[in-house]
């Protein structure tokens, strides 16, 4: 039986707290731009509004295909796999509109708020090789959301800056 997201509590629902908290300040930030301001460069960074919610959509997505299935699934089809591709999660190309990668954002957060509702939060994937990453390290699924969370909340940050840069708009402050 699946607990409705709405019923679940204690860890799994602080969790999702936590995130969607994140989640909203990003959206919040984002509201009411056109598709030109979202692909605007506003400071030296390469970082546009709409890339990050490309970006944070697909790492959020990412990390859940690992806490589910392993290293191999976060490498699955879509994910960055060369340079090129890696730049081009966070701008936003030809063709992508702001209104898109909000709806993606949002169907992703609903897959993951569904797994949250469901996941062991103890299971443990081993890491997948990187520098970046102790050899033979593991993590629970706890560690992947809070990861997210972590991550959300840097890019909602950078995110906040780029928009204060582009026409002195705050989410906070």
């Given at each position: ?56 959509a697909g790492v959020e997505e990412r990390w859940l295909r690992f806490a589910v299935g ?104």
């Amino acid at each position: 039986m699946v607990v409705p997201i709405t019923d679940l509590t204690g860890e799994r629902a602080d969790l999702l707290a936590a995130l969607d908290k994140q989640r909203g300040f990003l959206r919040y930030t984002v509201r009411g731009l056109t598709d030109e301001q979202a692909r605007q460069r506003t400071t030296v960074s390469e970082l546009t509004l709409g890339g990050l919610v490309k970006h944070v959509a697909g790492v959020e997505e990412r990390w859940l295909r690992f806490a589910v299935g392993g290293a191999e699934a976060m490498h699955a089809e879509g994910a960055p796999h060369d340079a090129d591709s890696w730049a081009e999660q966070f701008r936003m190309l030809d063709g992508e509109t702001l209104d898109v990668l909000l709806e993606r954002y949002r169907a992703v957060a609903e897959h993951t708020d569904n797994l949250v509702a469901t996941l062991d939060l103890d299971s443990e994937q081993a890491l997948p090789a990187a520098p970046w990453f102790e050899p033979g390290a593991t993590w629970s699924v706890r560690r992947v959301l809070l990861h997210v969370v972590a991550e959300t909340a840097q890019h909602a940050g950078h995110a906040d800056i780029l928009r204060e840069a582009l026409d002195g708009q705050k989410t906070m402050g």
